[in-house]
């Protein structure tokens, strides 16, 4: 059982935007500004989208977008593309003895 | 280019051990603080291990405290995963990850930088 909580499951259609939420507790999420969302294609690595809560890496589009609010995080992709479709995963601190931890995942489909 | 590349996955039996390497290339390990990542089959991420820029500050998730050792040899730029006492809920692939930002902990600056995986399975 993952410590952060997230849908299993969301999908758009191409253009559209979705939001994908991450659910922990104020130690973790609600605690601190170390939230992060990686992006993982089928057999890939996992991709750093998100840091921060809301700080995107260079060469991550615009389309990607997050925020934070109490214990809950949450990821948006606007204009919704065919290769935006992939497993989500947002990840905290959790502090000095937990350290990372990660959300159980969301597969997103684009319809 | 940055790079990392695990090596070291083999089939173990429960009670053995195994170590996993990761060498970089394209920035100095000295200068990022590096993490272990693991992925159960068809599981989610879960976090194991981050060595800091100094490499004195050591970290682990509860799940392999006392078991993993993390640790690396700067004059070969490779980080190392030591593995005791494997266990089949360790079975995974594992990642290593550089954290974005250099002086920076995975969970600031994310982890910007990973490598393809490498394959540990624990079966009788």
């Known amino acids: 059982q993952s410590a952060l909580t997230q849908p299993p499951s969301a999908s758009g259609s191409p253009g559209q935007s979705v939001a994908i939420s991450c659910t922990g507790t104020?130690?973790?999420?609600?605690?601190?500004?170390?939230v992060s969302w990686y992006q993982q294609h089928p057999g890939k690595a996992p991709k750093l989208m998100i840091y921060?809560?809301?700080k995107r890496p260079s060469g991550v589009p615009d389309r990607f977008s997050a925020s934070k609010s109490g214990n809950t995080a949450s990821l948006t992709v606007s204009g919704l593309q065919a290769e935006d479709e992939a497993d989500y995963f947002c990840?905290?601190?959790?502090?000095?003895?937990?350290?990372?931890?990660f959300g159980g995942g969301t597969k997103l489909t684009v319809l | 280019e940055v790079q990392l590349l695990e090596s070291g996955g083999s089939l173990l039996q429960p009670g053995e051990s195994l170590r996993l390497s990761c060498a970089a290339s394209?920035?100095?390990?000295?200068?990022?603080?590096m993490s272990w990542v693991r992925q159960g089959p068809g599981k989610g991420l879960e976090w194991v291990s981050s060595i800091g820029v100094s490499g004195v500050k050591l970290y682990y998730a509860d799940s392999v405290k006392g078991r993993f050792t993390i640790s690396r040899d700067i004059s070969k730029n490779t980080l190392y995963l030591q593995m005791n006492s494997l266990r089949a809920e360790d079975t995974a692939v594992y990642y290593c990850a550089k954290s974005g930002g250099g002086d920076c902990w995975p969970y600031q600056c994310g982890m910007d930088v990973w490598g393809q995986g490498t394959t540990v399975t624990v079966s009788s």
């Open positions: 394209g920035f100095a390990l000295r200068t990022s603080a």
């Open positions: 921060e809560v809301n």
């Open positions: 990840s905290s601190y959790a502090g000095i003895n937990n350290f990372v931890v």
């Open positions: 104020s130690s973790d999420v609600g605690g601190y500004n170390y």
